[in-house]
């Protein structure tokens, strides 16, 4: 089963208030190496230039065994998304001062699909208030499971 590539510093920084699923124009040796897990979303945003989304700092390395036409390790992708979503994406960036952040990068059959977070960013308040949230769900559900014994 292909690798599923999660941008998790993405929650942590961002609050995720809606979700879109794109495909990614890629080429040969890109699908090869992400089907390996080898990518890095760290960096990475969502810009929308002339009606077209792209995914730019994101590091694809290079697929070893690939030859001299080997693939560029970071280079702006082409997101494929409706007209609409880009339209709808576009607005709440610049309406908003909302960000395009990659979530994650997975398979999908044998499609390769990007889910895009419009996201707005966090204060450290807010960061620590999320962090305490999660370790009281994490003694909650340690509690639930030894009452179920």
């Not at 941008?7 to 495909?23: D, I, K, M, P, S």
């Not at 089907?35 to 792209?54: P, T």
């Not at 995914?55 to 997101?79: C, F, M, Q, S, V």
């Amino acid at each position: 089963m292909p690798p599923h590539i999660e941008n998790r510093r993405a929650r942590h920084e961002y609050t995720v208030l809606e979700t879109f699923e794109a495909g990614i124009q890629l080429v040969g040796t890109e699908v090869k190496s992400l089907r390996e897990g080898k990518c890095q979303l760290l960096d990475a945003f969502v810009s929308i230039d002339k009606g077209q989304a792209w995914l730019r700092n994101a590091r694809i390395d290079e697929y070893t065994p690939g030859n001299r036409w080997n693939h560029l390790a970071i280079h702006p992708r082409k997101l494929l998304l409706h007209s609409k979503e880009i339209e709808q994406m576009a607005r709440a960036i610049d309406r908003k001062g909302m960000t395009a952040i990659p979530l994650e990068i997975y398979f999908k059959e044998s499609w390769a699909k990007v889910k895009v977070g419009l996201c707005k960013g966090k204060g450290e308040f807010d960061k620590r208030q999320t962090k305490i949230a999660n370790v009281h769900k994490r003694e909650i559900d340690r509690a639930m499971k030894k009452a179920m014994r």
